[in-house]
DNA sequence: CACAATCCTGAATATTTATGAAATCCTATC
DNA sequence: GATAGGATTTCATAAATATTCAGGATTGTG
């Protein structure tokens, strides 16, 4: 019972947000489990999951959560808070107004462009690592188009 | 005062369980700031910690029992976190999932790795500047070795 | 079978966390 | 300084979770 419990209880919660015990205990009992809140309580820390303050859900630790389209929050991110950009060899420096690097930042690594290895971004300024020169040219054109449009 | 208690907030999360907002609490008092649970409870979820069933203390997403020897710390931070790498003459790219590469950079500090001269992160991103291309080249080595284990 | 030891569970309850509403604090502007 | 608007905090309370205690099951042993 109680193995073949847990591993519904997995199951379930890698597939919807479950953020109580008490909506666990209702999808366990639609599978025809009927227990109480306690058993969960203890279930769940048998099963080492993790309740994320984020959102309240629990999760399996490890287990990422993937967004919406990252693609259109970069092109309006660029358009509201870029000031300035140049390429430096492999590296593109970002300008934005003071203290948005940060979620500009973001919002590249998370678009995960080809040509982009990677950001480090502090105040004003953000640091594209690009995966070489040219791709350097090509991520600069790109966001420069960007900002015209 | 809200930014500077919430890192004050990470800080003490990563030297010792804390395993309710009340103890949190405490804890805060003892650096010479008072607030109520509530807001305890809002900055957790602001800093997106979570709350491990296993032990009930809070945790950031990621970060594994810091303890004696950080080598195996850092293997266990690479193989949960580490999404993509990638070495760009002497610098080294880390791609993690969103929001994990404070934790990471800071297991690679603490285990002083040869090769490394330092580390700076952002949000998914970490440059890790090497103390040569050669090393830059061992370093990835290295690391992807510990993915495959 | 009888017994003991152990595991699992539910009920009741204690503890912990989240939240709505009001109060207070900031910051910018006149 | 006075004031508006927003952010942040507290207070009070609701909601969610953990735990204690006791009552079956189940298993192993003589």
Chains 1, 2 share one sequence.
Do not use: H, N
């Amino acid at each position: 019972m109680k193995s073949y419990r847990q591993s519904l209880v997995l199951e379930l919660v890698d597939q919807e947000p479950i953020t109580s015990q008490e909506q666990l205990r209702e999808r366990l009992k639609g599978r025809g489990i009927d227990v109480t809140q306690a058993t969960l309580s203890r279930d769940i820390r048998d099963l080492g999951l993790v309740k994320r303050a984020s959102d309240g859900a629990y999760r399996r630790p490890g287990v990422e959560e993937a967004a919406g389209d990252p693609l259109p929050v970069l092109r309006r991110a660029v358009a509201e808070i870029l000031r300035g950009i140049e390429a430096v060899q492999t590296l593109v420096v970002l300008r934005t107004d003071p203290g948005q690097a940060q979620p500009l930042a973001i919002a590249i690594d998370r678009a995960r462009l080809a040509d982009v290895a990677g950001t480090i971004s502090g105040d004003d300024t953000i640091l594209v690592i690009c995966r070489g020169e040219r791709e350097a040219q090509t991520f600069r054109r790109q966001i420069e188009e960007w900002v015209r449009t």
